[in-house]
């Protein structure tokens, strides 16, 4: 199964040969993602990424979460993921990221968007909901281009000290 976005993209489900592209990227731009994903700093060596592709894949098992990869010709250069799947109330979370030589390009914009399309066609999902750090405007940014409204904010102990996230909410 694969989500086509354009000529060039599409969403495939997470598997085991995109562990070493997926790694890559991460650890090259260690320094722009680690602000928002923390577990980057820990992240060294293509195993770990081998490790959440198939512990991502059982999760997909057990209808928990859908991740996808995001492949540019075939190659993947960033992940999407609808996380924490409620099936009971049809709603879901939605996290991503992307290699940063791809950004404000649309790319993601249109990967969720057709995420949730898949989502409403397949699943019948209804409600979606994307938080992302008050300091991550292109995160907000993709949210509010898709669609998203800001609903309120909270506050998370981090590492070292408290973050506010917003919290976006799509109905469909």
Known sequence: MKIELDPDFCLHPLQPSYAKSL???????????????????DLFSIEQTEKYI???QLLWAAKRDFSFAILKNNRARGLISAKDLNWLEKSTELGYWLDPTLQNKGIMTNALNCLIEFLIREHGFRTFWIKCAQSNLSSQRVAIKAGFALMGVESREGRENAEIFHIYCREA
């Open 23 to 41: 790694f890559g990227i991460l650890t090259g731009h260690r320094s722009h993602f680690s602000r928002w994903l923390p577990f980057v700093n």
């Open 54 to 56: 198939r512990e991502s």
